[in-house]
């Protein structure tokens, strides 16, 4: 019998035990910076559509002399159906696709209910200058990009910050 125990082959549940506790430390340590790094995808993929949609705009102005097609009045957006709500001319497809996908990726992200999410307004004129905001997910605040060509990041006051109701 003493013979038989001796020449088996195998691991102790203690060892397996170990290697299961280790695993799991691993993967939910791994788990934990794979979330920091969507939230950071998230983020440059938003400020990405804003500059998408500052070019869209400053087309429109090539074209027609005015950013009003582009730069609603006072559009406050926190559900994608609403963007259909608010672009019009040639451009309006286009500006509604990245509209939908700003507000896509800053849903379920940090802000609370009721809080825009996209909103593209200007204190200036609608004619002859924009200013679109977006809410970033990681850090919980809003970037702003206007006609000037800036971007401004963070906007802790979307209405009230220097520079990005007015056109940063």
């Known amino acids: 019998m003493n013979i038989y125990f001796r020449n088996k082959k195998g691991f102790t549940l203690i060892e397996l035990l170990v290697v299961v506790a280790i695993i799991s430390l691993l993967s939910s340590v791994m788990l934990a910076s794979l979330n920091a790094s969507r939230l950071k995808a998230k983020d440059a993929a938003i400020k990405s559509e804003l500059r998408q949609l500052s070019t869209l705009a400053t087309l429109n102005y090539s074209d027609y002399g005015s950013y009003s097609n582009i730069q609603p009045s006072g559009a406050v957006i926190d559900d994608i159906a609403q963007c259909s709500l608010y672009f019009s001319g040639a451009y309006a497809q286009k500006a509604i696709d990245i509209c939908r996908n700003i507000v896509s990726l800053a849903t379920g992200a940090g802000a609370g209910p009721g809080d ?20 970033i997910p990681s850090v919980t605040q809003y970037a702003c990009i206007g006609s000037s060509g800036a971007i401004t990041f963070p906007v802790v006051d979307i209405f009230f910050d220097p520079g990005c109701y007015l056109n940063p």
């Open 116 to 135: 825009p999410l996209f909103i593209a307004t200007n204190g200036v004129s609608e004619t002859e200058s924009f200013s679109f905001i977006a809410f």
